[in-house]
């Protein structure tokens, strides 16, 4: 059982910052990519940044410059730094992570139960 656990959304004013967090845990033997998507009402999910285990960055083009992905590989965590927040980043942000439980079986997708972000003044 493999759980992915969101934490750090909330409500800030425009221009503000936040930093999301989300750890994984349960029967983990290795993660490959680690993402975030964010799904706002009304629209498709979408892909804002993900990480490779080698640390190779991708980001959405309307988050380039403000946001930032990391990880930390020993605590099965993935971070995204929000800067220069704008209105139009609110929405439900969901962990990602394509991961393999055993070193025999084949990876999985897993998906947290997101958190929101809200930008409003």
């Known amino acids: 059982q493999v759980q992915l656990v969101e934490s750090g959304g909330g409500l800030v004013q425009p221009g503000g910052s936040l930093r999301l967090s989300c750890a994984a845990s349960?029967?983990?033997?290795?993660?490959?990519?680690m993402a975030w998507y964010r799904q706002a009402p009304g629209k498709e999910r979408e892909l804002v940044a993900s990480i490779t285990s080698m640390g190779s960055t991708n980001y959405a083009d309307s988050v380039k410059g403000r946001f930032t992905i990391s990880r930390d590989n020993a605590k099965n965590t993935v971070y995204l730094q929000l800067n220069s927040l704008k209105p139009e980043d609110t929405a439900v942000y969901h962990c990602?992570?394509?991961?393999?439980?055993?070193?025999?079986?084949?990876?999985?997708?897993?998906w947290g139960q997101g958190t929101q972000v809200t930008v409003s003044s």
């Open positions: 349960g029967s983990i033997f290795s993660i490959a990519v």
């Open positions: 990602n992570a394509f991961i393999r439980t055993t070193w025999a079986s084949r990876a999985s997708d897993y």
